[in-house]
Structure formats: C-alpha cells, structure tokens
C-alpha cells in the first residue's frame, strides 16, 4: 500500500515531554547542561545525557521525562526496540498520556508487531475518542490486516469528528482503492488535497487508480506532477511506463522503466513493468528475463505470472501458459482490489484457452457458411459472412451476399455493407431496398430526419426502376411508405399504402399502417374507416393482437367519445398496448366530451406512472388550461410539444394528430395570455393556425391579442374566424370590438346587432353598440341601447355617460340634466359624471351649480386638469378674468396623465394667453 506510519504519521510529542518534565533541584546530581541535552537533541549524546538523568536518583517525573526524551531520541535514530522498551516503562510512570500509546503503537508497527500496534492505538482511541489521528492509525492497520469494513468505519468515524482532517481522507481514498472502487478512490484523494495532505503516497495512489480506471492520459499527468514534487519516487515512475506502455509509447515508456529498474533493482513490479514494455517491442528474450527476475523477487505479482503467461503463449506454448495461468486462478491470497480483478481475468484467460479450437471457415461448403452467416448465435457467422463475400464469383452474387453479411452486424455497422453492395451491383433492387431499412435504423428518434431522406431517396429510386409486376415493386413501395411516415409525409405514405392495398386487396398490415397515416394527416373519418376494417378482415382469433389505440384516437377525432370510452373500458387485462398510454387516451376522450377535470385527474394518474408520457402531458395541458391552471398548463403543454411536434414517430405514436398539435398550440397561447405573455401567446396562436387554418379559434384569439395591442390585423384574423365560423356569437362581439377600435362605426354597430340576437349575448355588447350609434349620431338607438342596459346594470357608469351624451345630442337637456343628477347619486365617486353634470348645468344657464360641479371634479387627480380648464373657460364667459387666470394656471400646474392630457394644457395656455392680450389691451 502506498502509505506508512513513519511517513504520514504525526510525531508532535514536544508537548508531552513538556508535561513530564520538571526543572532539577540542588537534590538531583544532574547538571542543568545534561537536562537541556536530553531534551533538546535526538542523537548519541543526547541518549547518553538521558540515561545519565535515568540512573540519578531523580523523582519519578523527572526520570519519566527522560525515559520519553530517550525513546523519541531513539524513535529518530530508528533503533526501534530500545524505542519501544522505553515507551513501555514511560507508559508505566504516566499510564493516561494517550499521546505515549499512540507512539509506542506506531513504532510496534514499525517492529512488525501488529497486535501490539493495534492494542495501543484502541487504548489511544479510548482514551481521546474524538482524535481523528487515531482513527486513521487503526483504519490503516486495520487495511493492512485487510480487514476493509472495519478500517472503513474507523476512518468514517475520524471524519465525522473532524470533516476537513487530511490523512483521514487520504486513508479513505487508499481503501477506496485497496477495494477496486477506484473513481471514488480519485474523489478521496482530491478531498485530502483541498484539506492539505501533501505526500508522495497520494500521487501514488490517484495516479495508479487513473491507470486503472484505464483513463492513461490523467494518470501520466498524476505520475509526471508527483515526481516533478518528489523525482525519488520510483513508484510514480514505474506508473507512468505502465500508462505509456497503454498509449503505446515505447519508447517513453522503456526509458521510464529502465530509470526505475536502477533506482529500485529490487522493485519485482519494475521488472514486470520492462518485460511488458520488451514484449510489446518484440523483444521476447529481455521480456523473459525480466519477468522471471520480477516473479523472482515478487512471486504474489499477479501481473508478473500474466505476462509470463503472454510471452509464452507469444512462444507458441500454450500449454505452459495455461499452467501459469491456471495457477494464478487458483491462488487463495488475493486480497486487494486489483488482485481480486486479475485473478479473475486468469480465471477467464484458462476458461479461454480451454475452449475447443475454432473451425477454419476455408474449410466449410458455401451452404454450412450460409447457414451460419444467418444463425444469430453462430460463434463463426461474421467470419462464414466474410468468407461468402470473398467467394462471391459476380456482382449480383457479390451484393446477396453483402446484404447477407449486413445482417449479422450491428445496427450502426450495416451501412458499410450494403454501400458496398449497392456499388457491386447498381440495379440489383434488393440492396437498394435493403439500404433503405438500413438508414432506417441509424435513426435516433430526435429531431434529425436525415436517415428517413436518405431511406426515401433509396427506396424512391426502387419503385421507379422496379417493375410493377415484379415481388420487388411492392416491397419497394412498402418501404418508400415507411421512409415517408418517418420524415412526416403523411401524404405520400398513404398514396403509396393504397397502391399495395390496390394490388393485394384488404392487407391488414398495409390498413393499419394507412389508417395511421390517415390520423397523421389530419383525415380522422378516412383513419376510421381503415382502421374498422382491419377487425373486419382479422379473424377473430387474431384481433387481440391488434392495438386499438389508433382506433380509439380516431374515434375520438370523430366525435365517437362514448365509443371510444366503451372500447377502452371493455379492454381486457394485459391487452396488447400500454397502460399509460390507454389512461391518457381515456384522459383525451374525457376531454374531448367537455369533462376537464376528470381528464385532468385521469392524465395526472398517467403521468405519476410515467412522466415522461407525451401523450398524458398534452391532455392534462389542455385540460388544465380550459380550468384556468394557466402555469401547469403551459409547462405541460411546453412538454408536450417539444418532445413531439419536431419528431413524427414520436407524434405518431403518441396520438399527436394535427388537430391535437393544433390545439397544443392554441391552449398554450390562452394559457400564456393569462400570464400576460401576449408575445409568445401570438406566436403560439400563429403556429396554431399554420398546422389547423380551417379551425376559427386560434384567429379567434389572435385577434383579440392584436385588438389589445392596437395591431389592424385584428381586423384581417377576425375576418378569417368569421369566414370559417360566420354565427358564432363571440365572434361576431369580438369584430364589434374591433371595428369599434379601428373606426368603423356602422360595422361595429351591424355586428353588435348580429351578436346581441344570440340566445346569451356577451354582457356590454348594448353598451358597445350604443358607442357605435353615438358615433354615427343615432342618439335615440343610444339612449335605448344604454336604458335597456341599465335596467340590470344601474351603476354601471360607461352606459350613464353614453346616454347623458346621447339625450343631450337629442336635444334634451332636461332629461340628460336628470340623467346626471341621477348618475351623481349612484356613482358619485366618478369624476367623469361630475365632469357631464357641470357641463350640462353650464348649458342649461346654471353658473353657480356649474361651478360647483367643475370644484368637486378639479378635486380628483383623474380630472383635475379638465376641470380647471373648463372652469378657467366658465369665468372667461362671465368676465371674471382673474379667477379664469388662476384656475388656468391651476390647470398647467397638474401632472400629465393620459396622452390626451398633453393637448388639453395647450389649450389651457393658449386660452389664458389669450386672455392676458385682451385684459393688456387698452380700453
């Protein structure tokens, strides 16, 4: 193990030599010169000055004081028994100094005595149990003892007592890697690290665990730092040979091994390490004197007896290979992670060897290579594949037997195979065709297509050059069907199905796949008829192999919900299908008849099953939309469409229909309106209509955005959802609104017309059309519109000003007066209706009540620059100059508030200009 006590070990006694020391009295026959010398020095004369003190007729501390002094001198000059002799009677004279144990416990270690060593470090450990020290002295000894658990819990114990304690983290990383768990043993040695061990033995052992982990690059980065810090170090050189000899640098890495060889002849893994190095130059000789030196001096090197066993076997003796081999197997002394792992590779290297020998496929006919070229578990059928390929006598056999050869490799590796067979044989249409599936299966189910292109470029080009009637024509087509699904070419994919179904009549594999495509392609009742007549021409006995989902999402897209939940309902257990899958159809049909919340809960059960189903996340995003869950909603939804919508495999197999992507979009973008995200609802509106433009909903609502910004386009999206939907009442109020907005009156006041005939028209639509009367000067249809919307709503203060306005446009300021008078008293905390009441009082010859009004209206922030303005203008009437001046430079002080606010302070200026040229004016 790369580690020792007399290196790491902590030697900070000074303090407890303090303790047992006492100054000399006249009594002791000692001079003050040989104390100072016993204490001071650890050399011979100090040795001898402490004996001197010990054979005095000193007291008890002081002859304990020199006894410790002694044995630290001879701790240092590593005469380790006198060392541990004078430990013990020290121990005798001060039994509780934990200090004396944990010492005398490292130099036992030292003289090989274990169990001694492990006694003094437990009574250390009862004595300053919480001495992380301690703990990481028996942890050590404990690993020595390959006892790993309970050096294990010794070391976790000294961490949890001090966190950041060095050579405790740095004992954890060595029984990391003691253990084979080297990544771990790497973390370790990082953490000791950063808690500032520095020590040779921790680039020893992070280097050897890199190599280990087989990461070479890392660990002569490790070796190469740890000898730059400790160049004697020739472990760290011989690592570093090890992982250059792995990255094949022979060169550096013999110049490493040579350099360790002289530094440490008597280092067996040296040898080992050259040996390996030689083999790998050819060097089979110097390979085998330095293994044998190496087993020589370190006969339990794992890695000495294997590659002996290689240089034998480079030999061609097998036989004494296996016997190396063998022999390593059976050893009972492996103890260490690495050596646990290489006699189980010897283990395996004997099993191997003693395999019966390989068949030589020269020897076989053409038809036993076939055979076993198309066995999936031939041990021979790559190389019988091989050998038919180099037999082949021309191309079209040359390409057979490539499209044969491909099949026996994996998935990734086929395309080399069959781009060489379509090379050999151009217009053999099987290879073109088999080329085809092959792109087919690079396919990684994400969002790049391109392995679908190149399938469809290649089985495109087999259907033309195929002839109609050949076999190859129709599997041609099956195949361009297949290569179109994947890229989303509903289209085509199902112009392609219906010529096979053409040509073999009601194929239930060529139904399925078309009604399908029928879904993807946004034809829901054709997807239907395909699908029932699948389990029309399926015998009975077969149907339960038959997946009804698609039927089940037709039915649904149909308008069949009840139908769709019977046959969902009446599935029996272990159908063929998913479960989830089936809660989030069951989900979407509850939808799809208006039970949002049950949906809601069915597809949350789904995806507590799975949560990464798609199919559930859309649901429950539409459901939880149509509640008002506006931010689950949007995070569903989001889901849903980013995991589907780019992917059409994925779309397809999790119901991700056009209309469904549709409204994916669309309840995305009501879900962002509510979080007052207009800009990306916008978009998600446009997407909407992009993949559904016959559906009004999304233009609909992206009108409506478009009405609140101020955008004309409203009027260009409203126009198209009342094209497609011309009766539907909020429609026809939301053109209202916008023609309203925009300008024009007679429309807003037709289409207000139109929505108020509905059975329950939106509530404002009367006092919408009546602003649109107001406009067009049809005061009457506005007085009636506003009456009839105040017979429910008498305090709403919009509909009171409009019909104070449109009585006053009649003529009648008498009933618009009472209007005023009226509306005062319900919502007298509007300062607009103040505004009206003065006005009305001021034409009605009232300049007092005017005034009073115009008072109460200049008091509140919202119309205090009107009101002052307008008073400002009364007292000009009535030739109150200085009272018009004040109120109009009231007026200018008040902040602007509304963008009209600007225009009506010019005004006030223009008019109190005015009036200061007329009073300057001579009389």
């Known amino acids: 193990m790369a580690c020792s006590f007399s290196k790491i070990a902590s030697l900070a006694t000074l303090p407890l030599v303090a303790a047992l020391s006492v100054s000399p009295t006249p009594a002791v026959a000692q001079?003050?010169?040989?104390?100072?010398?016993?204490?001071?020095?650890?050399?011979?004369?100090?040795?001898?000055?402490?004996?001197?003190?010990?054979?005095?007729?000193?007291?008890?501390?002081?002859?304990?004081?020199?006894?410790?002094?002694?044995?630290?001198?001879?701790?240092?000059?590593?005469?380790?028994a006198e060392a541990e002799k004078d430990y013990s009677e020290t121990i005798a004279l001060a039994p509780t100094a934990m200090a004396l144990y944990r010492d005398r416990g490292?130099?036992?270690?030292?003289?090989?005595n274990n169990a001694g060593a492990m006694a003094d470090f437990t009574t250390a450990l009862e004595m300053a149990p919480f001495d992380?020290?301690?703990?990481?002295?028996?942890?050590?000894?404990?690993?020595?003892?390959?006892?790993?658990?309970?050096?294990?819990?010794?070391?976790?114990?000294?961490?949890?007592?001090?966190?950041d304690h060095p050579r405790s983290h740095y004992m954890m990383g060595l029984l990391h890697y003691s253990t084979g768990r080297y990544g771990d043993a790497v973390e370790q040695i990082d953490r000791a690290r950063t808690a500032g061990f520095r020590g040779p033995e921790a680039f020893i052992t992070k280097a050897r665990s890199l190599f280990y982990l087989g990461t070479f690059d890392p660990a002569i980065r490790e070796a190469t730092e740890g000898l730059q810090a400790f160049p004697t170090q020739s472990t760290l050189t011989e690592i570093r040979a090890r992982a250059r000899l792995a990255r094949r640098d022979l060169e550096g890495a013999l110049a490493d091994a040579e350099t360790v060889v002289q530094a440490a002849p008597r280092f067996g893994r040296a040898y080992a390490t050259r040996a390996a190095i030689r083999l790998a130059m050819k060097d089979v000789a110097a390979a085998t004197a330095d293994a044998d030196k190496a087993i020589e001096l370190d006969p339990s090197l794992f890695d000495a007896h294997e590659l002996k066993a290689d240089i034998l076997l480079t030999s061609g003796n097998e036989a004494a290979a296996r016997a190396v081999l063998a022999a390593s197997a059976a050893r009972t002394d492996a103890k260490m992670g690495?050596?646990?792992?290489?006699?189980?590779?010897?283990?395996?290297?004997?099993?191997?060897?003693?395999?019966?020998?390989?068949?030589?496929?020269?020897?076989?006919?053409?038809?036993?290579?076939?055979?076993?070229?198309?066995?999936?578990?031939?041990?021979?059928?790559?190389?019988?594949?091989?050998?038919?390929?180099?037999?082949?006598?021309?191309?079209?056999?040359?390409?057979?037997?490539?499209?044969?050869?491909?099949?026996?490799?994996?998935?990734?590796?086929?395309?080399?195979?069959?781009d060489l067979?379509?090379?050999?044989?151009?217009?053999?249409?099987?290879?073109?065709?088999?080329?085809?599936?092959?792109?087919?299966?690079t396919y990684r189910y994400d969002a790049d297509l391109k392995p679908y292109e190149r399938a469809w470029a290649d089985?495109?080009?087999?259907?033309?050059?195929?002839?109609?009637?050949?076999?190859?024509?129709?599997?041609?087509?099956?195949?361009?069907?297949?290569?179109?699904?994947?890229?989303?070419?509903?289209?085509?994919?199902?112009?392609?199905?219906?010529?096979?179904?053409?040509?073999?009549?009601?194929?239930?594999?060529?139904?399925?796949?078309?009604?399908?495509?029928?879904?993807?392609?946004?034809?829901?009742?054709?997807a239907l008829a395909d699908l029932r007549e699948i389990r029309r021409v399926v015998p009975d006995d077969r149907r339960r192999f038959l997946n009804d989902d698609d039927l089940v999402i037709a039915l649904i897209e149909t308008g069949n919900t009840d139908e769709a939940l019977a046959m969902l309902d009446g599935q029996p257990q272990g159908h063929l299908g998913n479960e989830t899958t089936r809660q989030a159809l069951r989900a979407r049909a509850l939808l799809a008849r208006g039970d949002a919340a049950a949906a809601r809960e069915v597809a949350s059960a789904a995806l507590t099953a799975n949560r990464a189903h798609s199919g559930a996340s859309a649901v429950r995003g539409i459901a939880s939309a149509q509640l008002g869950n506006a931010l689950e909603a949007v995070a569903d939804l989001t889901a849903a469409i980013d995991e589907t919508v780019a992917i059409p495999l994925k779309a397809a197999s999790m119901g991700i229909t056009p209309g469904h992507t549709a409204n994916l979009f669309l309840y995305r973008g009501l879900a962002r309106v509510e979080l007052n995200q207009s800009r990306a609802a916008h978009a998600d509106f446009s997407e909407a209509i992009r993949r559904m433009p016959d559906r009004a909903r999304a233009y609909g609502e992206r009108a409506r955005l478009s009405l609140a910004a101020d955008n004309p386009a409203a009027l260009t999206d409203i126009a198209m959802a009342l094209r497609i939907e011309p009766n539907e009442p909020r429609w026809l109020a939301l053109a209202a609104r916008i023609h309203l907005a925009t300008g024009d009156l007679a429309a807003a006041e037709r289409f207000a017309g139109l929505a108020l005939a509905a059975p329950a028209p939106e509530p404002g639509l009367l006092v919408l059309r009546?602003?649109?009367?107001?406009?067009?000067?049809?005061?009457?249809?506005?007085?009636?519109?506003?009456?009839?919307?105040?017979?429910?709503?008498?305090?709403?203060?919009?509909?009171?000003?409009?019909?104070?306005?449109?009585?006053?446009?009649?003529?009648?300021?008498?009933?618009?007066?009472?209007?005023?008078?009226?509306?005062?008293?319900?919502?007298?905390?509007d300062a607009r209706i103040l505004l009206a009441l003065a006005e009305l009082r001021r034409r009605n010859g009232d300049a007092p009540g005017a005034i009073g009004a115009f008072e109460d209206a200049a008091g509140r922030p919202d119309t205090a620059l009107l009101a002052n303005k307008r008073l400002g203008d009364l007292y000009t009437e009535i030739a109150s100059d200085q009272l018009a001046l004040g109120y109009y430079a009231k007026a200018l002080e008040q902040p602007v508030r509304t963008p009209d606010d600007e225009a009506l302070r010019a005004q006030a200026r223009a008019a109190r200009d005015a009036l200061i040229r007329k009073m300057a004016a001579p009389k």
């Not at 002295?137 to 007592?161: E, S, T």
């Not at 090379?423 to 792109?439: C, E, K």
């Not at 406009?775 to 104070?804: C, P, Y």
């Not at 009585?807 to 905390?829: F, H, W």
Request: charged content about 30%.
């Open 106 to 112: 490292q130099i036992r270690f030292g003289l090989g």
């Open 338 to 418: 690495y050596d646990i792992a290489s006699r189980a590779r010897h283990a395996a290297r004997v099993a191997e060897l003693d395999k019966p020998k390989p068949i030589l496929v020269t020897d076989l006919g053409e038809a036993e290579l076939k055979t076993r070229c198309d066995k999936r578990d031939d041990p021979l059928r790559l190389q019988s594949c091989n050998r038919l390929v180099e037999t082949a006598t021309t191309p079209q056999e040359r390409a057979d037997r490539l499209i044969l050869r491909s099949r026996a490799r994996p998935f990734a590796e086929q395309l080399g195979d069959l």
């Open 770 to 829: 009546a602003k649109a009367r107001l406009g067009l000067r049809n005061f009457g249809g506005a007085a009636e519109d506003t009456t009839a919307h105040l017979a429910s709503r008498a305090t709403d203060t919009e509909a009171l000003l409009i019909r104070i306005e449109a009585r006053t446009g009649q003529g009648d300021l008498k009933a618009a007066l009472a209007d005023a008078e009226a509306a005062r008293k319900a919502r007298s905390d």
């Open 459 to 526: 089985a495109d080009s087999a259907v033309r050059r195929a002839s109609p009637g050949a076999p190859a024509y129709e599997e041609a087509l099956l195949t361009r069907a297949t290569a179109a699904q994947g890229k989303g070419d509903y289209e085509a994919a199902i112009a392609d199905l219906t010529e096979i179904l053409k040509r073999e009549g009601a194929a239930p594999y060529a139904l399925e796949m078309r009604g399908t495509m029928q879904l993807m392609a946004g034809r829901a009742a054709a």
């Open 421 to 441: 067979a379509v090379a050999a044989a151009p217009d053999h249409l099987p290879a073109t065709i088999a080329r085809a599936y092959a792109h087919m299966a």
């Open 132 to 163: 992380a020290d301690n703990y990481a002295n028996r942890g050590y000894l404990k690993m020595l003892q390959y006892d790993f658990a309970g050096a294990g819990v010794d070391l976790r114990q000294g961490l949890f007592w001090q966190k």
């Open 31 to 80: 001079k003050a010169e040989t104390v100072a010398l016993c204490r001071a020095e650890k050399t011979e004369r100090a040795i001898a000055a402490c004996t001197t003190i010990i054979k005095g007729r000193g007291d008890r501390k002081v002859k304990a004081s020199a006894l410790l002094s002694r044995a630290q001198a001879y701790w240092t000059l590593n005469r380790l």
